[in-house]
Every structure is written in structure tokens, then in C-alpha cells.
């Protein structure tokens, strides 16, 4: 058959494993899962709710339009309805701005390592995808800029970066935008800024409302904690809404989705708590990390890299056999770290204490 030829060597996007089957292996009653960054406090209890007493004919197609939640989102962003694109995830977002502009003779301007999905849709859609290694971290936006030519259709940061935690200042993204050219599209993936506490940040509805060559995509997966229910959205000048919209799949967002977010939306005082408690849950990572003296990317997300100096593969195993499924950064582009994401006090607790045991069984070894 005639498939793409770059599909034949593409790989599908590899879940965690499933909980039941790491308890039944390890023979484990209880697993703490702090890999995939969503919220260990779950959804504000009002979505929860909203979700109860949702009486729903299942029968029906949710509301292409997203009809209500439009509304909610335009409140809370003090956007207009045609500044708005919904997906099923920021995911979904990725893929239609993909699926819009790239093509075989065009190319993608991307940070490395960052989110995989830029360059898993890139390589579908048949772009050159051009990588700008990191920066000690974090976005190297002067050697990005360099590389965008006339035939640059989009280029991607990502800010918290996933996975080094990193965000750009106001400054420098500012500085950035202003001389990207106007006929290239830059998407702003904005899964963590609930999460960002620095002075130096910005907020991107600003750029997304100034510049005419900007996307802002926004996931209810992390801080807003219903990844299950596949919420994202994008903010942009209306002329790209109006683009993309055709692109989108009729019913790409689904009708409890939408219900839950609108209330998740309008319970800020929940997301205020779970910004506080993550930032709490950092500082007992980054303690230990100095503790141990262990190098790390100091995160303003609600995840960690940090850098064990052995194999990440062997972390993340040695912790999945005793309850804790991590990130080994070996997929992520750092294979001596892992990726934990900030849970409660008591998970991260947990997670600690067996870091610290599987240090302890190391030095132990070499000594
Ligand atoms: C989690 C994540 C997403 C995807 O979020 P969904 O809305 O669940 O699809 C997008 N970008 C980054 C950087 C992420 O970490």
C-alpha cells in the first residue's frame, strides 16, 4: 500500500503502564503515579459536581461549538468568541495547527528537547522539522530565530518547557516575537503557566491579543486536573481562528468535557491552593536534591528533572518496583534524569524516600 513513507518508522506515543498490571507484577497494593504531571489533588470539587449532576442524553453530539464554555472562556480571558479554538486536549491543538500549515517544502522551528508531539506531527504532516538544542535548559530563542527562513511555517516554544521545568522571561519572549517574521505562526504552549510563580513571567492572552502571527495553547489537564476529560483551547487573533476552524474535527470536544471545565474555569480559588501546594511539593524535591547533591533544572512547572548521574531507565525502574511510576528522561532527551511530577506532601514524601534509598544502595556498590 501506499502509506507515507515517514510513517513506517514512526513510532506510536508510549503510555505509562497500566496501574493494575505494575501492581500485579511487582505484586504492589499501592501505586503513586508521577509521571504524566496531571493534578495529584485531582479536579476542584465544584467540576467534580458539575460532573454529578450532569444529566445527560448520551444520544446527543456535544455542542460543536462549545457554545457555553465559549462564553465562560471569553468571560475569564476578556477575549471575543472568534479570538477562541477548542480541542480535544491541547493535543488535539498541536495537531491542527500541524495539520494547517505543514507540509512537504515547509519547516518547523522547534526547542530540543521539549513536548514530543510538535515533532511526532510534524514528521505525519511531512515538514523538514528543524531541532535548536537547548540551552543549559532552557529555549535557545536566538539560534531558533536563525533558523527560520520564508519557508518557516511555524515554530514552537514551550514555556514552562516539558521537560527541564524552564520558563522564558517577559523580556526575552517579548524581544523573540517582535522579530519573528510576520508570515510565520509562533504557538505558545502554555500547559504550565498556572503554575509559574517567577516575577520575570508573562501573560501570553497579552501576545495573543497583540500579535497577528500568535497562538496561545492552553490544556485543563495539569493545574485543572481532567486530563481523562480532554479539554484545550487555543487564543488568537480572529484571521487564524478563522483558518483553523475548518481543520477541527465537528466534535472534537466532548460534552462532560465542557461541562466540567466550565466549572473548573470559574473555581480560580481551587487553582490558587494547587499552585500553593506545588510549590510546597517542589521545595521538598529541591531539598533533597541538594541534599543529595544532585543537579536539577530549578522548575516552575508542577514536575522536576533531576539528574541522578546513573542511567534514568534504572531509576525509573527501581521505583516502579516499589511503587512510584516516573518519567525516565531517557525518552525525554536526558537519559541520566528522571521526570517526577510534584504530588502531595505524602506522595512526594514517599517518592523520596525511595530516591534516597536507591542512592544509598549505589554508593553502597561503588564503595
Ligand atoms: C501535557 C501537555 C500537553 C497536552 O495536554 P492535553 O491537553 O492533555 O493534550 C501539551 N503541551 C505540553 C507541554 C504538555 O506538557
Known sequence: MQWKEQLLTLKPYQPGRPIESVKREYGLENIVKLASNENPFGASPKAVEALKEAVTNFAIYPDGYATKLRESMCDFLKVNQNQLIFGNGADNLIQIVSRAFLLPGKNTVMPSPS?????????????????????????????????????????????????????????????????????????????????????????????????????????????????????????????????????REPFNVNTLGQIAAIAAINDQEYVEECKKKNRDGMAQFELFCKEKQLKYFPSQANFILIDFGTSGDEVFQYLLERGYIVRSGNALGFPTSVRVTVGSTEENNGVIEVMTQYLQEKAAISN
Open 115 to 247: 513536548f514530543s508531539q510538535y515533532k511526532h506531527n510534524a514528521i505525519v504532516d511531512g515538514a523538514e522539522i528543524r531541532e535548536i538544542p537547548l540551552n543549559d535548559g532552557e529555549h535557545d530563542l536566538e539560534s531558533m530565530l536563525k533558523a527560520i527562513d520564508e519557508n518557516t511555517a511555524v515554530v514552537w516554544v514551550c514555556s514552562p518547557n516539558n521537560p527541564t521545568g524552564l520558563h522564558i522571561s517577559k523580556e526575552k519572549l517579548v524581544s523573540f516575537l517582535d522579530r519573528v517574521p510576520d508570515q510565520t505562526l509562533v504557538v505558545i504552549d502554555d500547559a504550565y503557566h498556572d503554575y509559574v510563580v517567577a516575577d520575570d513571567f508573562y501573560d501570553s492572552v497579552d501576545f495573543a491579543k497583540t500579535y497577528k502571527n500568535v497562538i496561545v495553547v492552553r490544556t485543563f489537564s495539569k493545574i485543572y486536573g481532567i486530563a481523562s476529560l480532554r479539554i484545550g483551547y487555543g487564543i488568537a487573533h480572529e484571521d487564524i481562528i478563522r483558518a483553523l476552524e475548518p481543520v
